[in-house]
């Protein structure tokens, strides 16, 4: 009899694992996503290089530290803090964003000309962060809520399996009509993705260039996001990525805004 | 407080002293600046007058000491340069040993006169070539910066080069120091300052000089303190430096008393102190502002009322106690400031040639409805605290400024093609009197290093008008510069 109970158990195993592996949905898989990409860590430093690259293949370089420190857990508060060294028009410029997912930032800049730190109106999350063709959003990411996610398929980027999930606006704040986003299984890093307008032509595509571990912590260190209407692109390379370095609560302020701090930013 | 316009006015009065003729101190100018959305420029702008003595000099003995000694080598760089490179000589072991950068800029800046020639000829209200070099070292909890302008002026002047800024840095734990000239802004307005009391340069904002012009480095020490429960800044500066108003030979400003030509300038012996208190309240940034120094900019009185030889400007003394609040409200930022300005030297109102006292309110509202276009509108009000006793003293025939004065003001900012091209447009209007100015101005980066902008300067208004009298100074300005 129990061997009976045993041969039913072993024969419903794969059923089970297989069903667990369908078992996330769209937004399960973004939450996920969403944690991989813009959460891992108790913070984060990089020297974020922006490359600004029209269609005729003129660049513009963008160039600051950001630094990152989660007050909650993955999908919570986040405290940003970006340091500027290029173009020299905006060098020392420094901005701070305090994060809330489920309302507007809060959102403050240093302008070293006049000496003056200055809170900025935040509303506009999809508009382009330092004239990119990455948004504020594509930056510090975008409220999982905002959307309505299906899985629709599973589909290989390179050798990576992907889960492909469609992601569309519930609200007309957004500057696309949908956005398809190829997660990668593994590690639920943001492999590929693409915007549709809202008229649903092609709009921007973004793709994770170069994927590394860092601390063990897959990390996509370089970045693409293309306008496929107009031909600008931006491509970004994150250098010196770090884990966990212990940034205090205390560098997001005031104070280290109008003097940060030469150990963070350098 | 009396308003700018009759500041052009030479104002009577008999003292116990004796007579004594001072004209009043000006409203605010709101003026306007360059502005980039990610790079969003905000700033306010106080009362002014619109003369002063043009030889601003570096005062602190040992920097002229070392200036004299170099002046033989730097033939031509003029004093405040010289200074500039003994305090970046002296500092230059520190130097050695840090982490060092060199930077700065060359620079071309034109603004031709649209509407009439200056006072004193010429067609230009600016003609300069620049160049800014900027050190920047650090060492530990120690930095240096030094930022000094070598000029060419092509109307004259001779002495336009400086030590803009110059300080050490040191860092503590929850405090920080900082000594040497400097750069410090208060308060929230764009363009209208309430509790902004440090000097400033109203010739770089009428003249189309760029943005960091606007202001004038304080010869302070500067203490911070950062508690858990609020953060402090204190400011003492042991000589006051007053701000730059615009030079009668290049700006047609009314002048009360053209024909006497005998003028000096009393600066104040004494220092000055301030002290700004902040933190979080609710969301909200909040600040307490405490001040006690001189007006920024002069009054003047006369040997004789019936027969003046001799003008004299001054800075009346003043202390201020000032309040501002920001935080989000819609989909946009809500700025509230408040000051009073309490008139030291004019206790009773009665003196109506040293400032009023007054109640300064500022509310502002900035927003983005769409992408790369912000909106900024503000709304500022000044109230005389002693309205009876001024106009009890003012003798009749002179223009009377309103208990109540209102401003508003609009900033209207577009960034196009990748936000290197900034069209930009700040306009005030002064309800009381109908002045106006707007600034429109094309800012575009060439390359990374090379940007220029293009703009003008429009003033219209009453004779006496806090803009109005600026009406034959209309002019189109050029910038131009290259960093390195």
Request: with cysteine; proline share 5%.
């Amino acid at each position: 009899m129990k061997r009976w109970w045993i041969r039913i158990i072993v024969a419903l195993l794969p059923l089970v694992l297989a069903s667990q592996a369908w078992a996330f949905t769209g937004e399960e898989v973004m939450r996920k996503s969403q944690a991989a990409f813009l959460y891992p860590g108790k913070d984060f430093k990089a020297r974020v290089v922006m490359k600004l690259i029209n269609k005729d293949g003129q660049e513009r370089v963008r160039e600051m530290t950001m630094l990152r420190k989660n007050t909650g857990d993955a999908g919570g508060d986040q405290k940003y803090f970006m340091y500027f060294f290029q173009p020299a028009d905006v060098k020392e410029m420094a901005f701070m964003i305090h994060k809330y997912p489920a309302r507007d930032d809060d959102r403050w800049m240093f302008i070293p000309a006049i000496n003056m730190v200055k809170r900025i109106a935040a509303q506009d999350k999809r508009s382009s962060f330092v004239g990119s063709d990455f948004t504020y959003e594509d930056v510090s990411g975008r409220d999982i809520e905002d959307d309505t996610h299906a899985l629709e398929r599973e589909e290989k980027v390179g050798s990576r399996d992907c889960y492909v999930v469609k992601s569309t606006p519930k609200g007309a704040d957004a500057d696309f009509g949908s956005k398809t986003t190829w997660v990668d299984k593994a590690n639920f890093l943001p492999l590929k993705e693409e915007q549709s307008d809202k008229k649903g032509a092609r709009y921007k595509q973004f793709s994770a260039d170069e994927v590394t571990n860092v601390k063990s912590i897959p990390t996509v260190v370089k970045r693409t996001m293309k306008n496929l209407q107009t031909g600008h692109r931006t491509e970004v390379a994150y250098l010196k990525t770090d884990y966990d370095l212990g940034i205090e609560d205390s560098l997001f302020s005031e104070r280290f805004l109008r003097q940060p701090p030469r150990k963070w930013v350098e | 407080m009396m308003s700018i316009k009759t500041s052009a006015f030479l104002i009577c009065l008999l003292s116990p002293c004796g007579y004594h003729m001072r004209t009043s101190q000006i409203k605010p100018f709101v003026l306007s600046l360059s502005k980039h959305e990610w790079l969003d420029l905000t700033w306010i702008f106080n009362p002014s007058i619109l003369r002063q003595a043009q030889d601003e000099r570096i005062k602190n003995q040992w920097v002229g000491r070392c200036a004299h000694a170099v002046a033989p080598y730097g033939r031509g760089l003029g004093r405040a340069t010289a200074a500039a490179l003994c305090f970046i000589a002296l500092l230059a072991p520190f130097a050695a040993c840090a982490e060092t950068a060199l930077s700065g800029f060359v620079q071309q800046n034109t603004a031709f006169n649209t509407v009439a020639s200056n006072p004193d000829g010429p067609h230009y209200k600016w003609l300069e070539e620049r160049v800014q070099l900027k050190l920047d070292a650090s060492e530990g909890a120690w930095r240096l910066l030094a930022k000094g302008d070598l000029a060419l002026d092509h109307l004259g002047r001779r002495d336009e080069s400086e030590l803009r800024e110059g300080y050490l840095d040191y860092s503590g734990g929850n405090w920080d120091l900082r000594i040497g000239r400097q750069v410090i802004t208060w308060g929230l307005g764009d363009l209208v300052f309430v509790n902004d009391v440090f000097p400033k340069d109203y010739e770089a904002l009428f003249a189309g000089r760029p943005l960091e012009y606007l202001k004038r480095g304080t010869d302070a020490l500067k203490l911070g303190a950062y508690p858990d429960f609020a953060s402090f800044e204190l400011v003492a500066a042991p000589n006051f430096r007053p701000s730059r108003t615009p030079d009668p030979g290049r700006f047609r400003l009314y002048d009360p008393m053209p024909g006497v030509a005998n003028r000096e300038t009393d600066t104040p012996g004494g220092g000055e102190w301030g002290l700004r208190i902040y933190r979080d309240v609710a969301g909200w940034d909040a600040a307490l502002y405490l001040y006690h120094g001189f007006q920024r900019t002069p009054s003047m009185r006369s040997d004789s009322m019936t027969m003046p030889t001799k003008i004299t400007y001054f800075y009346p003394e003043l202390s201020l106690y000032g309040a501002s609040l920001s935080g989000r409200v819609g989909e946009g930022v809500l700025s509230l400031e408040a000051a009073y300005y309490d008139s030291r030297q004019d206790q009773t109102g009665a003196d109506f040639t040293v400032p009023n006292s007054q109640t300064r309110l500022l509310a502002g509202y900035q927003i983005q409805p769409v992408e790369d276009l912000s909106l900024g509108l503000q709304y500022y009000a000044e109230h005389m605290h002693d309205y009876p006793a001024y106009r009890a003293a003012l003798p009749a025939g002179f223009p009377v400024d309103d208990r109540l004065n209102h401003t508003v003001t609009l900033r209207v900012t577009q960034l196009l093609m990748h936000q290197t091209l900034r069209l930009s447009a700040y306009a005030a209007h002064n309800a009381n009197t109908g002045d106006q100015f707007i600034n429109p101005e094309a800012r575009y980066s060439f390359t990374d290093r090379v940007w220029g902008a293009v703009g003008a300067n429009l003033f219209s208004g009453k004779p006496w008008g806090q803009f109005g009298q600026l009406s034959n100074d209309d002019n189109v300005y050029l910038q131009m510069r290259y960093e390195f």
